[in-house]
């Protein structure tokens, strides 16, 4: 039951009354080892700020993250470096993570002496490289003594999963990892982190606004919409068979590169302000299904087949929602 509310007030210009930012409402999910997760949202959905409420980088508002069943309460150094060491956040432009007049070496050995303190200098920089390699970033003398602007955004996002390794995670939480990077070498940080997934188990949340990206690299696929989750379910099923508007929405404006058609991009509106988000389902004054319980009733969760859910009306055990579900399916 994650949930954050940050309070502004007034704009940028004017004071004004106090108001809540609903950034993140009541999401829940579970992460497993050895699995990815894909958290899929167009920007200001909230699905960045909840991978950083899973790290612990702010308090919650409400809600908790649990570790292994156990409520994770970070105040203050050794509870927070616990949770440092398990859950690593890996953010989506590499050049903004990096301290720009640190050399690799540098940047890599601070992250090495924090979590293995005990090792001495020349085992510390055989950890390094080791980590290096891990990232197939050989050989290591190659990159150690580069400075971040040296080096493409796929090596430095290699270098940033590799500090990430240092921690010995069994979590790591990927905002937008391949977002910023060259179309040509998404592909192969994709399959350094499914590697990573595999052989050493950890859970991964892929956290994209690229829905079709979400089909071909995670097992399970959540979908986000104005700070709420609306859909979730094997990816397989989310994508090939979606059931939410919202869901089939980011499916068919996402660019399909089996069509060489030059047409522009679909125009699908813009998600709601998270001051004050719609009343009932948050979706409704985009939805092309919309019903008049949308607009005052949030909807509840609705179970589906093959281990699918989704938050909409649509499919109530109704007359009204069936003929709704059929307009749908046509
Ligand atoms: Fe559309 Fe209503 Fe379903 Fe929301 S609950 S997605 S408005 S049909
Ligand atoms: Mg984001």
Redesign the pocket.
Request: contains cysteine.
């Given at each position: 039951h994650v949930t954050k509310h940050f309070a502004v007030r007034g704009s940028l210009f004017r004071r004004g009354p106090r108001r809540v930012v609903h950034a993140v409402d009541d999401v829940s999910l579970s992460l497993h080892a050895g699995r990815i997760m894909a958290l899929v949202g167009e920007s200001g959905s909230g699905k960045s700020t909840f991978a950083r409420l899973l790290a612990q980088l702010y308090p919650l508002t409400g809600g908790e993250v649990r570790y292994r069943g156990t409520a994770v309460r970070v105040r203050g150094g050794k509870a927070l470096r616990a949770h440092v060491s398990r859950v690593q956040l890996i953010l989506q432009d590499p050049f903004g993570s990096f301290n720009p007049v640190a050399t690799i070496a540098r940047t890599l050995s601070r992250a090495v002496r924090i979590h293995h303190p005990a090792k001495t200098a020349r085992e510390q920089k055989a950890v390094i490289e080791d980590l290096l390699a891990q990232v197939n970033l050989r050989p290591a003398r190659q990159f150690t003594e580069k400075f971040p602007h040296e080096l493409s955004g796929g090596q430095l996002q290699r270098i940033s999963i590799a500090r990430a390794l240092a921690a010995n995670p069994d979590v790591f939480l990927a905002d937008e990892p391949v977002s910023s990077l060259d179309v040509s070498i998404r592909l192969g940080v994709l399959n350094l982190l499914r590697r990573l997934v595999e052989d050493r188990g950890v859970a991964l949340l892929y956290v994209t606004h690229d829905i079709a990206s979400a089909r071909y690299f995670a097992e399970d696929t959540t979908v986000m919409y104005a700070g709420q989750l609306v859909e979730a379910g094997p990816s397989e099923q989310v994508t090939q068979n979606a059931a939410?508007?919202?869901t089939q929405l980011l499916i068919s404006s996402a660019p399909d590169p089996s069509r060489d058609d030059d047409a522009a991009p679909r125009d699908i509106g813009q998600p709601p302000s998270l001051i004050d988000p719609p009343a009932g389902?948050r979706?409704?004054p985009r939805?092309p299904?919309?019903?008049e319980r949308?607009a005052t009733q949030a909807?509840p969760r609705f179970e589906l087949e093959n281990g699918q859910w989704a938050n909409?009306?649509?499919y109530a055990d109704d007359a009204e929602a069936a003929e709704?579900r059929a307009e749908n399916a046509a």
């Open positions: 939410h508007p919202y389902c979706f409704h939805c299904f919309a019903m949308c909807p909409c009306w649509l709704g």
